[in-house]
Each structure stands twice: as structure tokens, then as C-alpha cells.
């Protein structure tokens, strides 16, 4: 199916997890994995105002340029890594089929 592409994710125990996720919904990938059954959080509802869904991008897919406030939001977070984005803000599209994501850790106590 052309709105369909795969994804595959991270867990916080290193278990690789391959999802399908459709393209035409305006889904990020935030919503995605809480639907999934991720542990994620997603405290503010998606507006990058919390950092509940930070992950970190393991593939060469080009993305979206980060906004202000995710990297602003980001400076603020915890195991912040060179490739770390928040979910919340990536919409994926076509382009990004086969795009591989690991989920970081909650907080210090992770």
C-alpha cells in the first residue's frame, strides 16, 4: 500500500521493534508509538513543550528542520545525544520508509 511505510523502533531494553505507520493520517511519531503501546508519555500533547517523547534518529533519513522550540526544549532534557529529536515534532512521509528510531531514557534515574 503506497500510504503505508515501515519503521523501526528502539525500545528502552535494546528490543528492535518493525512497525507500520501510515503516511496520510498527519500522524508524528510520538502518536504512533504511544499507539503502538510505547512507553511514552507525551505529557504536553505534542506542542514541544516537554521532552516525554525524546528518541534518538539511528538511520540517515533526512528529516524536518528542528524548530526553535524542540531544540530549545531539548537543551533542557536529559541524554541529549547529536541525533536525539523529539517524536512529537516528526512527521514522516514516503521518504522516510525504513526509518529506525531508539527510544532514550525517561529521566536520570533511567
Do not use: W
Amino acid at each position: 500500500m503506497e500510504d503505508i511505510i515501515t519503521i523501526t523502533v528502539i525500545d528502552r531494553e535494546g528490543a528492535t521493534h518493525t512497525i507500520e505507520m501510515p503516511t496520510d493520517m498527519n500522524l508524528n511519531l510520538m502518536e504512533v508509538c504511544k499507539g503502538e503501546g510505547f512507553p511514552i508519555k507525551g505529557t504536553c500533547g505534542g506542542m514541544a513543550l516537554c521532552s516525554t517523547c525524546h528518541m534518538y534518529i539511528e538511520s540517515d533519513h533526512e528529516l524536518s528542520e528542528m524548530t526553535d522550540d524542540e531544540e530549545d526544549m531539548l537543551d533542557q532534557a536529559f541524554f541529549v545525544e547529536d541525533n536525539s529529536r523529539l517524536g512529537c515534532q516528526i512527521y514522516p512521509g514516503q521518504s522516510h520508509d525504513g526509518l529506525i528510531v531508539r527510544l532514550a531514557p525517561e529521566d536520570e534515574s533511567a
